[in-house]
Structure formats: C-alpha cells, structure tokens
C-alpha cells in the first residue's frame, strides 16, 4: 500500500495542478518497480500493489528499488516539490489469512506507521 505524503500541503500551498504531478510522480515510481497489472490507484494519492507468489525478501527487494525509484525522481526533479511516499506490506497467511481484507489491513497499518514517521520528522508537510 503506497500513500502520498504532503499532498493537501501541495495542493493547498502551489495548487491542485501541482498536486497532480505529485500523484502522478509517485505513481511513475510505483510503475518502474511493479507491472501496470498489479498497480490500483484506491483513492487520490494511494495505490495498492497485488503481487501473486510473492516472497517476503522479493518484496523487501522491490520496496527497496521502489524507494531508490523515489530518490532518482528527486534528483532528476525539476518541479517545485519534493516526492515522497509512505509505504507498507503485508504477506498472505495461508492457514491465517481467510479473506483479501486481513493482508490488506496489515498492509495498510504498516503504511500508517511509516507515514506517522514521516511526519515526525517533517511536521510542516503534516495536514493543516
């Protein structure tokens, strides 16, 4: 699960054209580490990948690349705002996971941790 940070800091502050290039960098990230496949956008600024037979050290791997992919955009970067996105994963539990939403959940309460870090050292992205 992936989620935009600053983004009404973004929007609020250099406009809503701004803030689209921010989603739309954020999923050019997501786009040179998983397949258009398995990428969903689930609301303005978040996007879930699905992998299928996926181990927990390929995925380290990938949420690796994909943060390397994030910090080449920010080098490369010519417009008026920073990248960055808090992510999170989780792994299906055969056995313990009965339905999609439990690994989603976990995922998704893993992005929040990340992003809670994010903001206690960026307090002036944080939502105003």
Known sequence: VF?????????????????DELIKAAAGAIKTVFSED?????????????TENS????????????LEAVDEFNK?????????????????ERGEDKEYKSVFDRADKAMYETKEAFYK????????
């Open 3 to 19: 989620d935009v940070n600053g983004l009404k800091r973004i929007n609020d502050t250099k406009g809503h054209e701004m803030g």
């Open 38 to 50: 398995e990428i969903f956008r689930t609301g303005g600024d978040e996007f879930t990948v699905i």
């Open 55 to 66: 181990a927990d050290a390929e995925i380290q791997s990938n949420m690796a690349a994909f």
């Open 76 to 92: 490369e970067n010519t417009l008026d705002f920073t990248l960055s996105v808090s992510a999170g994963y989780a792994v299906f």
């Open 121 to 128: 050292t960026h307090e002036d992205m944080r939502r105003k």
